[in-house]
């Protein structure tokens, strides 16, 4: 499965095929007790690369990104992230960590600190920056996301949208090489989604790779370069937005479009 | 009135759409109003209201009497005695407070030499200063841990002595509310911090460290405080060699210390447990180590979603202390009841007891109210 393939319509690509892949799942295989939830998922996300997944609900899409930083632990197979593969090695853990970002679909902001202070904990304390740089560097994440203002209030005080763009700048923050997104909007309301998506746009334009679990097909049609459609565990079809969303091959994804189209 | 009425009643025109805000109509608020809807709905509640009353106030103006009317402050002592026919006298209609004005003393700071009973009324300053200076949010810096250490080692050499010309006192001379307050400080000190770590350790994937907490609170858990203080005080002692002693006082702190740190990590983990597991994630996905997250993310949460049953413990744990009374250690209490040994004050146990439970109370109602205002303080971020 390789990156080779046309760039999106919108967004300009990144796409680099000539540097080793950010991220490579090999024959990745997990279960939960005797539930076997990732099946042989290969997949290689070259750098600068875009990938959307989606997939009905309990499909494994959560578990896969889970896995490449390794909030959940993979028993078969090699998952090798920037270069350094997953083990239970402590510091290859931590190694990984700094370089990927993540976005949860619940936010997880922590309530009990302020804005500027979720999104400094991290490089403070994980990259050793120091306090005024690292403020500033949160200031400028903030005025990115366009809420610099609430930089002194505490995450309950913000709507869901704001909240989630708060998370985006926190994971940020940290410089990734990669960010993953887990539904980023699924716990919004409609009026919220977009400026999380344009948030997101604009981060893609940046050239970061990313691979974003989402249902959201205008955003995968504008920015992804390769979208991945998971189901039981299993990557059943994958390819740039248009072909797979207009030509689906296996009834698996037909039925998942039409389910998707219905519910929209 | 009258006109709110009117002015209520009247029809109102269609086109004042915009109804600007009305003040609640006058009968729903204010004292009057309150003892109407809780004291006098119905005529049951009115007799009950009245019939309570009525007992309360018969019962306050009858221990006004008690403790202040019919009072007696002070008895003459003739050589060394004191002369307590006047209070006995009393057959019990007023309070002979005299016993506390003559045993004060002995109840505050127990054997401690007479004249240098300034050392523990120093120390119990010094404790009482250092609540005041950790309660304040403005000290919560590292700092804080060095003026714990200066103030408790400062009370340590006040209370021992023996150097910069002070007298040394044993410490079997160490008595009354300094000793509750070394037990109940030193107890909620170190007891804390332990529970935070048998807390966390049971929720380690290490099975080792996990089953040696859970053996630890089960087993604590399972036995009276007493019967720890009694092992502590005389089982240990039996598997020391010979000629080295621990001081009896330090064996009963690290029994109440061990006792409450088993009690206090159960509320502790009840915080954790009440913690979203996003709020792990999130700190795991930045890349914070496990202390970082613990530090930083963890606890600040957990600690403050407990803060009632943590006081909880804390307050039962200062009461608790009283119970080294029986391996005989002079705290508050047993000075108290040591000081009405003697003949011509026995019987006037009420006036002792009632100023201890106050002194007692003091302090845990300080503890009370201080939490809650840290409760309201803390939790201000879940306040729109
Ligand atoms: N911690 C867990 N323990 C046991 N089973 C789990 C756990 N987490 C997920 N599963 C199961 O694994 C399967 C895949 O879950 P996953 O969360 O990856 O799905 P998903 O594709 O993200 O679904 P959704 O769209 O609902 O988020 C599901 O059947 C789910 O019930
Ligand atoms: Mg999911």
Not at chain 2, 2 to 21: C, F, K, N
Not at chain 2, 115 to 133: D, N, Q, S
Not at chain 2, 225 to 250: C, Q, R, T, W, Y
Request: proline residues 5%.
């Amino acid at each position: 499965m390789s990156a080779t393939m046309e760039p999106a319509a919108h967004v300009s690509s990144a796409v680099r095929t000539d540097a080793p892949p950010a991220i490579l799942l090999d024959k990745v295989n997990k279960w939960y007790g005797a539930l076997h939830v990732l099946r042989d998922i290969n997949l290689s996300v070259a750098q600068g690369e875009r990938v959307v997944v989606c997939g009905p609900s309990g499909s494994g899409k959560s578990t896969m990104i889970r896995c490449i930083n390794r909030l959940e632990q993979h028993q078969e197979g090699r998952i090798i992230v920037d270069n350094i593969e997953l083990s239970d090695d402590l510091r290859s853990l931590d190694a990984i960590r700094r370089e990927v970002g993540m976005v949860f679909q619940s936010f997880n902001l922590f309530p009990h600190l302020t804005i500027l202070e979720n999104c400094t904990l991290a490089p403070i304390w994980v990259r050793r920056m120091p306090k005024k740089e690292a403020e500033a560097l949160a200031m400028d994440y903030l005025t990115r996301v366009k809420i610099p203002e609430q930089a002194n209030k505490y995450p309950g005080q913000l709507s869901g949208g704001q909240q989630q763009r708060v998370a985006i700048a926190r994971a940020l923050c940290m410089k990734p090489k990669i960010m993953l997104f887990d539904e980023p909007t699924s716990a919004l309301d409609p009026e919220m989604i977009k400026e999380v998506l344009d948030t997101m746009v604009m981060l893609a334009d940046t050239g970061m790779t990313m691979i974003c679990v989402t249902h959201e097909m205008g955003f995968a049609r504008q920015v992804a370069d390769r979208v991945v459609f998971m189901d039981r565990g299993e990557i059943v079809e994958s390819g740039v937005p248009e072909q797979l969303f207009n030509d689906p091959k296996t009834e698996r994804l037909k039925t998942f479009l039409s389910q998707i189209l219905r519910g929209h | 009135m009258a006109e709110i009425a009117a002015e209520a009643s009247a029809p109102r025109p269609l086109q004042d759409a915009v109804i600007g805000p009305r003040r609640p109509p006058l009968l729903a608020v204010g004292p009057v109003a309150w003892a109407k809807t809780n004291l006098f709905s119905s005529w049951l509640s009115t007799a009950v209201t009245l019939a309570l009353g009525y007992l309360i106030i018969r019962w306050a103006m009858g221990f006004i009497d008690w403790a202040f009317v019919n009072a007696i402050w002070s008895v003459p002592v003739t050589n060394g005695q004191a002369q307590t026919q006047a209070c006995r006298a009393l057959n019990g209609t007023g309070a002979c407070w005299a016993v506390v004005t003559e045993k004060h003393r002995f109840m505050l700071f127990g054997t401690y030499p007479y004249e240098e009973h300034w050392r523990p009324a120093l120390c119990v300053l010094l404790f009482i200063g250092l609540y005041i200076v950790s309660a304040m949010r403005r000290f919560w810096r590292k700092e804080l841990a060095l003026i714990w250490i200066g103030t408790l080692a400062l009370i340590g050499l006040l209370m021992w002595g023996g150097v910069f010309g002070l007298s040394y006192v044993p410490q079997e001379r160490w008595g009354g509310l300094v000793i509750t307050l070394i037990l109940s400080t030193f107890g909620i000190a170190l007891a804390f911090p332990l529970s935070i770590l048998v807390a966390l350790g049971r929720r380690s994937r290490l099975p080792a460290i996990k089953t040696l907490c859970i053996l630890y609170v089960e087993l604590i858990r399972g036995v009276p405080l007493i019967s720890l203080l009694f092992m502590a005080s005389v089982m240990f002692p039996l598997f020391l060699p010979e000629g080295i002693n621990i001081d009896k006082l330090l064996r009963a702190q690290v029994a109440i210390i061990l006792f409450a740190a088993a009690y206090l990590a159960e509320v502790v983990r009840g915080g954790l447990q009440a913690l979203p597991r996003g709020q792990y994630e999130a700190a795991d996905a930045l890349g914070l180590g496990f202390w970082q997250k613990t530090g930083f993310i963890i606890l600040p949460q957990a600690l403050r979603l407990v803060i009632p049953p943590l006081v909880n413990t804390f307050i039962g744990m200062f009461k608790d202390t009283s119970l080294v009374l029986i391996i005989g250690i002079f705290d508050l209490l047993t000075a108290g009841k040591t000081a009405i040994v003697e003949p011509a004050w026995q019987g006037f146990g009420i006036e002792i007891y009632v100023t201890i439970g106050l002194i007692y109370f003091i302090f845990c109602f300080a503890m009370s109210r201080y939490s809650q205002g840290l409760e309201a303080e803390l939790n201000q971020h879940r306040v729109r």
